[in-house]
């Protein structure tokens, strides 16, 4: 194998692992917003209880308390995964485009091969024709 698709392999690896990476924070950061929305909803039951039941009113403020450092932490996880999901996209991009330099460095050495090979061809083909005609 030469080296090009060594490093060809090598970038398309690292592309495939960023992938599952970013893929992987989505979830996490779509999980995280399914718990927002449920402490959101959990908070909306809440007061219609506490507006169904009088007796229920009195733990109310301590319940809403509770819900609210509970939705900050939240808040604050939902940031952090936004940030690094933005980490996993950026780092996901430069390893596309890395990838796509070694493929393009690749091609151009190809091409510089058949260039070369044609080239001795054509000064094959060109001694065979003056030793041809010199006869």
């Given at each position: 194998m030469s080296w090009s698709k060594s490093l060809i392999k090598l970038a398309t690896y690292e592309v495939e692992t960023l992938q599952k990476r970013l893929a992987e924070v989505r979830d996490r950061r779509t999980a995280a917003e399914m718990k927002l929305a449920m402490l959101e909803a959990e908070g909306l039951a809440e007061m219609a209880r506490a507006d169904a039941d009088p007796m229920?009113?009195?733990?109310?403020?301590?319940?809403?308390?509770?819900?609210?450092?509970?939705?900050?932490?939240?808040?604050?996880?939902?940031?952090?995964?936004?940030?690094?999901?933005?980490?996993?996209?950026?780092?996901?991009?430069?390893?596309?485009?890395?990838?796509?330099?070694?493929?393009?460095?690749?091609?151009?050495?190809?091409?510089?091969e058949r260039k070369d090979e044609a080239r001795r061809e054509t000064a094959a083909l060109d001694e065979l024709g003056l030793r041809r005609a010199s006869r």
């Open positions: 229920s009113g009195l733990y109310r403020a301590a319940f809403m308390d509770a819900l609210r450092v509970r939705k900050a932490d939240a808040r604050r996880a939902l940031a952090e995964l936004e940030i690094e999901e933005q980490g996993a996209r950026d780092a996901l991009a430069e390893a596309f485009e890395a990838q796509k330099k070694y493929e393009h460095v690749a091609e151009q050495a190809r091409l510089m």
